[in-house]
Nanobody, 120 residues
């Protein structure tokens, strides 16, 4: 599966962005999907994951209540709605897919990142 993330950009603190990740292939609906991020000088970290049906979602403690992951299997797309953004949310955001449909650590396939910059 090939993944392409987009929707990043520059936003002021307190603002919102919605990232999208489009997947190729006809088996998208069988994959768990996830988002990770890597801030400058830091390691990549888990942000959120969603099961194949969208029925289960998982979040890093740092983004609970602030970010929402969702998916549209008809469009082969997973989303990350990010609200109340803070400067510490600045990072390159990556989407990922996993052949385990209920995986929480989604890491079989990776897309290129999209940069989110939050100004103070």
């Amino acid at each position: 599966v090939q993944l392409q993330a987009f929707g990043g950009g520059l936003v002021q603190a307190g603002g919102s962005l919605r990232l999208s990740c489009a997947a190729s292939g006809r088996t998208f609906s069988s994959y768990a999907m996830g988002w990770f991020r890597q801030a400058p000088g830091k390691e990549r970290e888990f942000v959120a994951a969603i099961s194949w049906s969208g029925g289960s979602t998982y979040y890093a403690d740092s983004v609970k209540g602030q970010f929402t992951i969702s998916r549209d299997n008809a469009k082969n797309t997973v989303y990350l709605q990010m609200n109340s953004l803070k400067p510490e949310d600045t990072a390159v955001y990556y989407c990922a897919a996993d052949s385990d449909p209920i995986a929480t650590m989604v890491d079989d396939y990776w897309g290129q990142g999209t940069l989110v910059t939050v100004s103070s």
